[in-house]
């Protein structure tokens, strides 16, 4: 078992930048593929981006790719989303996962670790 908890959520300008963390607990995640997905009102959870355990292969969503930025550290068994230039539509809550794989999906029923969340408000 693999428990997630993301943190560094929060209020932010558009333009701005926040920096999400997800600390895993129960199991060393360095096995495991890490993605990050978002959820706002009314949609559907959708992938924003991932990393294979090694850290070598990333994939990133197209609205995001350039902003963000996924990175991982084994040692501490933590994952990071550096988001930049945020804009208002980045506004959802966000999700930490974790899949026992080499391959990066974007599926969401392809992982099988989740965090609570963090929520994520990008005014205008």
């Known amino acids: 078992q693999v428990q997630l908890v993301e943190s560094g959520g929060g209020l932010v300008q558009a333009g701005g930048s926040l920096r999400l963390s997800c600390a895993a607990s129960g199991r060393t995640i360095s096995t495991y593929t890490m993605g990050w997905f978002r959820q706002a009102p009314g949609k559907e959870r959708e992938f924003v981006t991932g990393?294979?355990?090694?850290?070598?292969?990333?994939d990133y969503a197209g609205s995001v790719k350039g902003r963000f930025t996924i990175s991982r550290d084994n040692a501490k068994n933590t994952v990071y989303l550096q988001m930049n230039s945020l804009k208002p539509e980045d506004t959802a809550v966000y999700y930490c996962a974790a899949r026992p794989n080499t391959l990066v999906m974007r599926t969401p029923t392809s992982y099988a670790y989740w965090g609570q969340g963090t929520q994520v408000t990008v005014s205008s």
């Open positions: 990393v294979s355990w090694t850290g070598g292969t990333t």
